[in-house]
């Protein structure tokens, strides 16, 4: 099994190769890929050093399963050319989530969509992995009508820059010192919370909200529920959390909601108010699992349920989903 990581330097390749080892995947030959500027370069793997090729020579290479984490233009150029080699590849950027003729699969929600003849698969969104987790089982049951998405994401949402800028402005405040750090936000994000993931489209909702918006339709296969959403970046290393509000077309228990998402594979309840127990970004930090508590009935309208969910956004949000794929596609022999 050869297996290309693509953006194998980057915060998510990082990460990526590490729930690889991690996980045990069956890798008899790890070809790590990112830029030009990186080729010759070293990645450590399993404690041994790789050398960095080029997109070219990992097509050469004629990997089973190529990782994509290099942004949407790489992926739109490249991950075309590794499936025309007959390369699966699993992209994790937002270029082919939305494709009609790409799947975007969530392992736990839908991966028996996937097929053999599927040579380039869409990785969902962080904030969208994490909330279809939830919403799926609870779809299952009780039928949603609407949902209401509010995100408290991470700065490693957005990558090194912005955890450096973070990390600079923190010490600025400690030394009285400005550190001349780039600034990825318009805003200091220290002691502060942004309402602005990614950029704005025409219509004032930012790209991450539109996501939020679309993606769980597809990967749940339901287009009859609504949702709506709003997007923030809080000064946190480690985690998105999300508070939803859900309206189903049927009336639910609450025993039995909690019930059905512990029953859910992936998905941790701690919903323990009176013991001041509730899902945090700090406890997600380096797990691969959701987790989801404050699970409350909303006392404004009927069949309506409020809840938490947290996880970290670098491994289920991104690589640990992206792997997950690629062990269904093994373990089903569809590469």
């Known amino acids: 099994m050869k297996v290309a990581v693509v953006g194998s330097t980057g915060m998510v390749g990082q990460v990526m190769l590490k729930v690889l080892e991690e996980r045990n995947f069956p890798i008899t030959e790890l070809i790590p ?28 290479a004629k990997p089973d399963i190529a990782i994509f984490s290099a942004g949407g233009s790489t992926s739109l150029e490249f991950a075309p050319q590794f499936a025309e080699a007959g390369i699966t590849v699993i992209d994790n950027s937002s270029a082919w989530r939305m494709d009609p003729t790409k799947k975007l699969v969530v392992p736990e929600i839908n991966a028996n969509v996937l097929t053999a003849e599927d040579k380039i698969i869409a990785n969902p969104n962080c904030s969208t992995i994490q909330l279809v987790m939830v919403l799926g089982p609870l779809n299952k049951k009780y039928d949603l009508k609407r949902v209401v998405i509010s995100t408290y994401q991470s700065v490693t949402g957005t990558g090194k820059a912005a955890v450096d800028q973070l990390n600079s402005e ?20 220290f002691k502060n919370a942004l309402p602005h993931c990614d950029v704005f489209s025409d219509d004032d909702y930012t790209k991450e909200e539109i996501k939020l918006m679309k993606e769980p339709k597809k990967i749940l296969g339901d287009d009859t529920f609504n949702l ?15 508070s939803v509000n859900i309206e189903f077309e049927n009336e639910f228990d609450l025993d039995e909601v909690r019930k059905i998402l512990s029953e859910t594979p992936g998905v941790v309840v701690i919903d323990d108010v009176k013991n001041n127990q509730y899902p945090m970004p700090l406890d997600s930090e380096g797990k691969d699992e959701v987790f989801v508590g404050r699970i409350r009935r909303d006392l404004s309208q009927p069949k309506t349920l409020n809840l938490w969910i947290v996880a970290d956004n670098l491994r289920k949000g991104a690589a640990t989903n992206a792997v997950q794929i690629a062990e ?3 373990a089903n022999n569809l590469v």
């Open 228 to 242: 709506t959403a709003t997007a923030v970046r809080v000064p946190v290393q480690g985690g998105h959390s999300e």
């Open 170 to 189: 923190i010490e600025s405040a400690v030394n009285k010192e400005d550190n001349n750090v780039a600034k990825v936000y318009p805003y200091q994000i």
């Open 328 to 330: 269904y596609l093994v």
């Open 33 to 60: 890929v990112a830029s030009e500027k990186s080729v010759g370069k070293k990645v450590k793997y399993k404690q041994e050093e790789y050398t960095i090729v080029s997109m070219n020579d990992a097509i050469a």
